[in-house]
């Protein structure tokens, strides 16, 4: 589990999408460079996207509505795409949703690429279909997305809220790849974001191999839910 | 928005252009055009209703839980509440609702997470995301699993606490508490009556429901 392993790392801007396919036995390491970084991300079974993250079986399987440390994120097929291995944030929001076109219009201004060249304002719904169309993806299989590095807090009637500073400058999350995953991630700025100036903030990513989870894995032995559905996604590749 | 606002409608059942009654574990689909009212009623109390809807025009312009709690900030669903599609489009808005509280984060059940929420040997037993399976397929249009998304369940109590824990709890309805809603656009409902006997959401017996659906000039 060492550093020497990393294989590649690079920085994505602020308001950009990325996706690349992680290998079973990889790790993504994401990483806040300022504070205050927001990362849209969906996640499929390479090999078979109609299989795809699944935010209600991550939710209540693991009777959460936050995400961290030892949880892992479900496919609609009762496996485990990835495992929240590292994490030094301690909630990452899985019901906030992504921003769109209108919602960015109204809240920053329309900002087009003629008139602002490359810091013409994204959002992450078109983000998320631009990059899922590069993978022969699209509309159909946009699902809820989990928002890495921000927090909804939820009130005793259901408000919403947006807790500004949750994540700090170098602040890092690393998601170890259970299956071969199509990662699809954006970092435009999160739909509840209370900040009224457009500022995505960029983020950091490496990727590096990592031992499989054994029998005392931590996430596998968080709950016995995550236990049964290591063993399902473990079959899966037998 | 309180996350609950009890409003009774006015509709009278004697006048409603359809009417069908839901079998525990059957699927349900069927088209509702722009203006009509669509009001599904817990016959027997404490049914989670699963349930889809889709922009007739464009079937992958589709029901977002994420975007619908997002719009209104709150997570739980009751008059008022408008359920926004993927693109955007309101879809319909909850006109009258006498349960008061209706979930749209715990999803659907599937043969699979049974499996991974109860027991590995939970595979056989009937499942919310079999019946909307079967349902698109029937229906035939060229819909798939891709089309089965985040859904609502009407009738089901899934609070959220302020630690970020999920928790499924014993349903708030009763016998004959309804929810109402009027179509902004034509729309394709989907409906699994939910089969579930693992956990509480249908208090361990499920029970049938009834959809209706009058004109708007019914009004």
């Known amino acids: 589990m060492s550093e020497i392993s990393v294989l590649w790392e690079e920085t994505i801007h602020g308001g950009a999408a990325w996706s690349h396919v992680l290998k079973r036995g990889t790790a993504l390491r994401i990483t806040d460079l300022q504070g205050g970084a927001n990362v849209g991300a969906v996640f499929y079974n390479f090999e078979c996207p109609a299989e795809r993250y699944n935010m209600p079986d991550t939710l209540k399987a693991q009777h959460v509505a936050r995400l961290a440390k030892g949880f892992v994120l479900y496919s609609d097929m009762g496996r485990i795409l990835c495992s929240i291995i590292e994490d030094t944030v301690g909630w990452h929001d899985p019901i906030g949703g992504t921003s769109s076109a209108k919602l960015v219009d109204a809240k920053y201004g329309p900002s087009r690429y003629q008139e602002h060249r490359n810091e013409y304002h994204k959002n992450g719904h078109d983000s998320f279909l631009v990059e899922l169309g590069k993978w022969g993806l699209g509309p159909r299989d946009l699902v809820a997305n989990v928002n890495f590095f921000s927090r909804v807090d939820v009130a005793q009637d259901g408000g919403m809220s947006f807790a500004p500073g949750n994540s700090k400058a170098g602040d890092q999350v690393e998601l170890r790849a259970e299956m071969n995953v199509l990662a699809i991630l954006n970092t435009c700025q999160h739909p509840l974001d209370p900040n009224p100036k457009y500022e995505p903030k960029p983020v950091h990513v490496s990727i590096r191999r990592v031992t499989a989870p054994g029998p005392d894995d931590a996430c596998r032995i968080s709950r016995p839910e995550n236990g049964r559905g290591f063993t399902l996604t473990e079959r899966y590749f037998l | ?219």
């Open chain 2, 1 to 219: 928005m309180s996350g609950i606002n009890l409003v009774e409608s006015k509709l009278d059942p004697a006048k409603a252009i359809y009417s069908q009654v839901i079998p525990a574990g059957e699927p349900w689909i069927h088209g509702i055009e722009r203006g009509q009212y669509f009001r599904i009623v817990d016959l027997h109390g404490n049914q989670a209703v699963d349930t889809l809807f889709y922009n007739a025009l464009d079937y992958s312009d589709r029901y977002s839980a994420q975007d619908t709690i997002q719009q209104q900030r709150n997570i739980y669903l009751t008059t008022g509440t408008e359920l926004i599609s993927t693109n955007g489009t309101v879809l319909l808005t909850i006109v009258a609702d006498t349960c008061g509280r209706h979930d749209t984060l715990g999803g659907a059940c599937a043969t699979e997470s049974n499996m991974v929420r109860y027991a590995l040997e939970k595979r056989h037993m009937h499942a919310c995301r079999n019946s909307f399976l079967k349902a698109v397929t029937e229906w035939d249009h060229g819909m798939t699993k891709r089309d089965i998304t985040s859904n609502i369940n009407f009738f089901m109590n899934v609070p959220v606490t302020p630690e970020g824990k999920l928790t499924f709890e014993d349903g708030i309805s009763d016998p004959g508490k309804y929810v109402e809603m009027r179509a902004e656009t034509d729309v394709l409902a989907l409906i699994s009556n939910c089969p579930q006997l693992n956990n509480p959401c249908n208090a361990y017996n499920p029970t049938p429901v009834q959809v209706l659906v009058w004109d708007g000039a019914g009004k």
